[in-house]
C-alpha cells in the first residue's frame, strides 16, 4: 500500500474521484493520506473534511512560491507519502522542490499533452484555446512532473469527440472532467502505486540487512543485485570492487579488534555458465562443489547459518544458469531452497532479516519465501530506485549486473557510500 497525499487548488472533483475510487475498492496499492491546498477556499479542503482525511493549507498568496514550498516539504515530512498527485493544483512546481521531495510526482492535465499545455495553460484556459481552435476531439493526460511544465513522460492518456453542445469553456471543462479524468485518474494513480509496490520492500521490513534480487528484465535479459546494509563501524567501512567479472568487498579502515571474517568474502563468483551471488564465504563452498561436478543444494546443505550470536544471521544464497535461477536461505529455523524459471520483468528478492528492534538491539531474520520484485528494462532507473529504497543510514554498497541477450557480456553499476580510492 503506497501513501499519497494530493494536492489541490479549487473545486476538487478529480479528489473526491480518488475518494470514490478509494471507497469503492478501485485504489488497492494506494491510500490517501494529506491533502494540501494551495488556496484556503477551495472546496476540495471541504471534500477532504467529509472523507477524514487530513489537510493542509498553504497560503502562497501570503507566503510567495519559496517560503510556501518550504512549508510544504516540512508538512510532507510528517505525512511522508511515496507519491504525489497534483489534482487541479494551480502553481508549478519548482526544480528544487521537485528535487527535495522524496516522493514521485503525477499531475493530470486537461489537455491531448503536447496540445495546449505549458505555461498559460491551465484550468479554463485550455478548453477556451481548444474551442477557439475548433478542435474536432479534446482530451485529458496523467503524466510524471519534472521541472518543464507539464513536460515529464506521459502515463495515461483518453481522448473525447467534441460534440456541439460543448459550445462554452465551462461545459467542455466539465464534460472532460466527468467522461475523461475522473476515469483515468484514479487508474493511472493505481498502475504508478502497483509499479511503486513491485520494487519496493513491504512496509515492515526496516532493515532488510543484505539481499539478492536475481531474475530477468521484460525483454528477458538475465540479471542480479546484490546489496549490503551495515550497523556497527566496521561493517559500514566495507566497499564493493569489481574484480574481473566478479565481485569482491574490502574494507576502507581495519579495526584489529573486531573479527571481519563475517563481513570480507566474494559475494559474486562465476563458474562457466552459473553466476553465484551470496552473503557470505558459501559462495567459495559453492564454487568449489560445482567443480566438482555437484550441485549448489549439495554445497549449502554441508553449511548453515551464520556464528554472530545472538542475531544468528542467515546465510542466503542464489546461482543463475542459461534456464533459471535458484535461491537459497539457511537459517535457524531450517534450510531452505527455491528454484524458479525466468519470468519477464520478474525477480525475486531474499534478504538476512526483516526487522531490526533498535532498543533491544535485536534481529529477527527473513519471513517466508523470496519475494517478487519488479525488474525495469531500464538498468539507471532499476539500480537507482532500488539504492533509494536502503535506508540511507545503514546502506553501504549495491551492485546491479545486467546480461545481454548472450548471457555474457553485460551493463553494470556500483554504488558505494565509501570512498574509492
Ligand atoms: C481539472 O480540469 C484539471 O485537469 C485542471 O484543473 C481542473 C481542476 O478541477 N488542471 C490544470 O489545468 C493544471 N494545469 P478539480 O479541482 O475539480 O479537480
Request: aromatic share 10%; charged share 25%; hydrophobic share 35%.
Amino acid at each position: 500500500m503506497i501513501d499519497i497525499a494530493v494536492f489541490v487548488s479549487g473545486n476538487g472533483s478529480n479528489l473526491q474521484a480518488l475518494i470514490d475510487a478509494q471507497n469503492y475498492g478501485s485504489l488497492k496499492h494506494a491510500r490517501i493520506v494529506h491533502v494540501i491546498s494551495s488556496n484556503k477556499n477551495a472546496y476540495a479542503l471541504e471534500r477532504a473534511d467529509m472523507a477524514n482525511i487530513r489537510a493542509d493549507v498553504v497560503d502562497y498568496k501570503k507566503l510567495g512560491q519559496a517560503a510556501a514550498e518550504a512549508k510544504i516539504l516540512k508538512l510532507l515530512k510528517t505525512s511522508n507519502p511515496k507519491l504525489i498527485v497534483l489534482a487541479g493544483f494551480m502553481k508549478i512546481l519548482s526544480k528544487d522542490f521537485i528535487e527535495k521531495c522524496n516522493a514521485k510526482i503525477i499531475n493530470i492535465h486537461p489537455s491531448l499533452i503536447p496540445k495546449y499545455c505549458g505555461k498559460g495553460y491551465y484550468g479554463l484556459k485550455v478548453h477556451e484555446a481548444v474551442l477557439d481552435n475548433h478542435e474536432e476531439y479534446t482530451g485529458a493526460t496523467v503524466h510524471y512532473v519534472n521541472e518543464i511544465p507539464d513536460g515529464g513522460q506521459i502515463i495515461m492518456q483518453k481522448q473525447m469527440k467534441i460534440w456541439e453542445q460543448d459550445n462554452t469553456p465551462a461545459k467542455l471543462q466539465k464534460r472532460v472532467l466527468e467522461l475523461v479524468e475522473h476515469k483515468i485518474l484514479p487508474k493511472a494513480v493505481e498502475l504508478v502505486c502497483s509499479q511503486i509496490c513491485a520494487n519496493a520492500f513491504p512496509k515492515a521490513v526496516n532493515y532488510p540487512g543484505r539481499g539478492i534480487i536475481t531474475g530477468c528484465t521484460p525483454s528477458g535479459r538475465k540479471m542480479f543485485a546484490y546489496f549490503i546494509m551495515g550497523r556497527s563501524q566496521t561493517s559500514k567501512a566495507r566497499i564493493f570492487e569489481r574484480s574481473g567479472n566478479e565481485l569482491a568487498i574490502k574494507l576502507t579502515k581495519q579495526d584489529p579488534k573486531f573479527d571481519s571474517s563475517l563481513i570480507l568474502y566474494r559475494p559474486v563468483r562465476i563458474f562457466g555458465e552459473n553466476v553465484i551471488v551470496t552473503n557470505g564465504d558459501q559462495t567459495d563452498t559453492i564454487y568449489d562443489f560445482l567443480s566438482e561436478g555437484k550441485t549448489f543444494e549439495e554445497a549449502l546443505r554441508t553449511r548453515t547459518y551464520e556464528p554472530d550470536a545472538p542475531h544468528y544471521t542467515p546465510r542466503i544464497s542464489a546461482i543463475m544458469t542459461p534456464s533459471g535461477y535458484k535461491q537459497s536461505i539457511l537459517k535457524m529455523a531450517g534450510k531452505y531452497f527455491y528454484e524458479y524459471e525466468y519470468k519477464p520483468g520478474v525477480g525475486h528478492l531474499i534478504h538476512t532479516y526483516e526487522r531490526f528492534y533498535p532498543s533491544r538491539d535485536e534481529l529477527q531474520s527473513f519471513i517466508g519465501e523470496p519475494r517478487e520484485f519488479a525488474v525495469s528494462e531500464d538498468l539507471d532507473l532499476f539500480s537507482e530506485s532500488l539504492w533509494k529504497e536502503l535506508n540511507e543510514n545503514y546502506r553501504v554498497a549495491l551492485y546491479v549486473r545486467y546480461y545481454e541477450q548472450d548471457f555474457v557480456n553485460y551493463q553494470d553499476r556500483l554504488f558505494n557510500i565509501n570512498e574509492v580510492n
